[in-house]
């Protein structure tokens, strides 16, 4: 997909609008950012001018930052702003009431074969877009925060969204360099969310039980855990961390990790069928016979990033 020629607007100036607009510019698509303040339709363009700045510092820009910035357009006009977009995407406030009324008006401003689609952090799209006459190309894309830096989209569909409206919304996140993952149905919270709401539920509790300091888990997760994770994900590391792999793992801290869950309230044993599952996805990304190999990468990269870290501390 070429993004030259397409137009994507922007819903919402505030950070993940902002994020979002340096998303597509940077993907040379043409940007149309609404946003209903004054005040913030002034601010904008400092905001991404500077982000741009920094990014291409770093040698994150393949084109000049004024180039980029070029691409977007900032607008008080709804109407004018999505008219001719291919890509909808709503970034207002996590609310309901606000969600809804604004799909209510996108529906009827949108060109009849634009994708409809909020960065909605928990909210699903049948809770604000099961009403609507065109309710089949509306969806959730759920980003990190910020994108242009985290590129994992979450790509959920509604159970009215046209499955064609959710491959074409995957293809133009991919295109604009992100990694574009389809969860399988709604749930509230999505996976990065509710990730990221174990972790920090298990930090609450440790800091309440008095077991480790809000400094001390930072670092556990900083230094330790989030440190591999930044490399591969959790399937992947107790995979790597274990000879035999998932299935090997599961028999040895199955049952710990069992105890930890229910001393929680949460009894979610890792039953054989699950684990089994879980192992046949694993080793068709990684027969046991390659296992050494990707040890040794996994080491390698996180060597790249020990040695990043101390030049960044000097």
């Known amino acids: ?23 597509f510019a940077r993907a040379g698509c043409q940007v149309r950012l609404y946003d209903p303040s ?28 004024d180039e980029v910035l070029r691409r977007i357009g900032i607008d008080g006009d709804l109407a004018a702003a999505v008219g001719e977009a291919g890509l909808v995407l709503e970034c207002a406030p996590e609310r309901l009431d606000v969600k809804r009324a604004l799909f209510a008006q996108l529906d ?9 689609a909020s960065a909605s952090s ?10 609507l006459a065109g309710r089949a190309r509306c969806l959730v894309a759920h980003p990190g925060n910020p994108p242009y ?15 064609q409206v959710v491959e074409r919304a995957m293809a133009f996140f991919e295109a604009a360099g992100m990694s574009a993952v389809r969860v399988g149905r709604e ?19 440790l800091v309440r039980d008095g077991v480790a300091s809000v400094d001390d888990i930072d670092r556990v997760m900083r230094d330790g855990i989030g440190l591999r994770w930044s490399v591969i994900g959790p399937f992947e590391t107790v995979d790597l961390n274990t000879r ?31 684990v089994a599952r879980v192992e046949r996805e694993r080793r068709a990304k990684l027969p046991l016979a390659e296992w050494d190999a990707r040890v040794g990468w996994r080491d390698r990269m996180l060597m790249r990033l020990v040695r990043l870290r101390k030049e960044m501390r000097g």
């Open 1 to 23: 997909m070429s993004f030259r020629n397409e137009i994507v607007a922007i819903v919402g100036g505030g950070s993940i609008g902002v994020a979002f607009s340096i998303v």
């Open 108 to 116: 009827g401003l949108a060109r009849p074969d634009a994708i409809l």
């Open 38 to 65: 004054a005040e913030r339709r002034t601010a904008v363009p400092g905001e991404i001018g500077s982000r741009l700045s920094d990014l291409h510092a770093f040698g994150l820009l393949d084109d000049a930052p």
């Open 149 to 163: 830096l985290i590129p994992v989209v979450e790509i959920v569909p509604a159970p009215f969204t046209d499955m």
């Open 187 to 205: 749930i509230e919270g999505f996976v990065f969310n509710r990730l990221q709401g174990a972790v920090l539920r298990e930090a609450y509790c």
């Open 244 to 274: 035999g792999g998932i299935a090997s793992h599961a028999q040895k801290m199955g049952p710990a990790y069992e105890r930890m869950g229910a001393s929680r309230g949460q009894h979610d044993p890792w039953t054989p069928e699950l």
């Open 122 to 131: 928990a909210l699903v799209a049948s809770a604000f877009a099961d009403g």
